[in-house]
Structure formats: C-alpha cells, structure tokens
C-alpha cells in the first residue's frame, strides 16, 4: 500500500527568508480553510503537522476522497525527492541535452550517476554545488538541472501534504502568490 504525498517547494526561498515565507503561506493556506493552524500528530516522519482544514476540497482537482493526513513544512536546506525509485535522467539547464542515469531497457549506466550523486552531497552539506554537461561539458549550478518526473528539487523552503488527492492548478498558482509570486515546482511520491 504505501503512503503518498505532494511537495511543493519554493524554488526562490533562500535561508534567511525561508521561517517567514513559511508563515505567509501556511497563513494563507490557514486562511483559505485548507488547512487547520493547531499542530497535530498527523504527518508521517515528523512529530506534529498541519491537519486538513474544513475546506480541503479548495486545493484538490477531483474529491476522489478526504485526505487522511496533514501538511508539513519544511525550513532547512533539503533535498527533496520523490520517495520510491530513482530519476531515469536530468536535463541541461545550457544545451537541453539529457543525461541518461538508465538505458531503454531500464537497465543502469554504470558511472553515469556519480557527477550527480557527488553534487547532491555537496549542495545538501554546503548549498553549493555544480555539474559539468555530459554533452556540452558546460558546467550548471545543481539547482538549475530539471529532473524526469519532477525527481528532485533543492531549497530551503516545502511544503509536504501526506495523503491528499491532487492538487489542482488553481491551488498550486494561489500558494506560489502567498510566497510572493516565487516559482515553485510539485514533486508527488510514494513511501
């Protein structure tokens, strides 16, 4: 079975303004009825978090059904992932080019992770890390490659809600406004 759950990070929260940002948006969700502001054993992996609020349905697509579980909000340097399994590549924020981690046939490409592998240590231990294109050799901050399947996103600021239907549009553009209109970017995984 497993439990599921839907990141929202802010790509543009920085260190020194992630707490207060954090404030904003769950004012806003707060606000919205989305979520309840008393903490609550209600998150897997975290002692307290947000329960859903009286009006939950606002962020959701479909009401498929009622979430079982609440948000919650992350303020430190993280590297988020999608859980289960593994990105098949990252792409070049300079020449688009891709950089296969797994052949078609699923099978892994040996040597092809550990750039990666490296620089994800390194931006989680200092916040700073780059990765020289295979193909162009052009080297990009870490936080600049985009991932298959949305894998991973790196920064200071997410939002985690546990066991909710998907998000809708709507929701995800009015929280993206609560954070000041920063650009922000959905990871959804499975434990």
């Not at 307290?48 to 079982?68: I, L, M, N």
């Not at 999608?82 to 040996?110: K, M, N, S, W």
């Not at 993206?176 to 995984?189: D, F, N, P």
Request: aromatic residues 12%.
């Amino acid at each position: 079975m497993g439990n599921y759950f839907q990141t929202v990070v802010d790509l543009d929260a920085t260190h020194a303004d992630a707490r207060s940002l954090a404030d904003s948006g769950l004012d806003w969700l707060v606000g919205e009825g989305i979520v309840r502001a008393e903490l609550t054993d209600c998150v897997l992996g975290a002692p307290t978090g947000h329960p859903p609020g009286p009006s939950w349905a606002k962020a959701v697509g479909q009401q498929d059904w009622e979430p079982s579980d609440g948000l919650r909000i992350e303020t430190d340097r993280t590297v988020f992932n999608c859980g289960q399994g593994e990105p098949r590549f990252a792409v070049c924020p300079h020449c688009a080019g891709q950089a296969d981690f797994y052949t078609d046939r699923l099978e892994e490409i040996e040597g092809a992770w550990d750039l990666f592998g490296e620089a994800i240590n390194d931006w989680s231990d200092t916040g700073s890390a780059a990765v020289a294109c295979p193909r162009c050799q052009r080297p990009s901050d870490l936080t600049a490659w985009t991932w298959s399947d949305d894998y991973f996103a790196f920064g200071y600021l997410g939002f985690e809600f546990w066991d909710w239907p998907d998000f809708s549009p709507g929701f995800l553009e009015g929280l993206s406004r609560a954070l000041g209109g920063h650009r922000t970017v959905l990871l959804r995984g499975k434990l």
